[in-house]
């Protein structure tokens, strides 16, 4: 990432590095996002272990 980042970096001129900082900052969202889904989907499998009955599937009431 850093090395595609550096290589960019040398190919693009002054006037395009503000545009290259706009699209690493929308990926770091896209990524907080991204962990964000993993981690829910991580704890609703961990809950899902203490759920006997199977009322409560993915994070929603049956």
Known sequence: MILK???TRQLTDKNDRKKEKD????????TQYFNHILFRNKFINW???FNTDNKIKAGYEY
């Open 5 to 7: 980042r550096w290589l």
């Open 23 to 30: 699209t690493i900052k929308d990926n770091r969202l896209d």
């Open 47 to 49: 809950y899902r272990g």
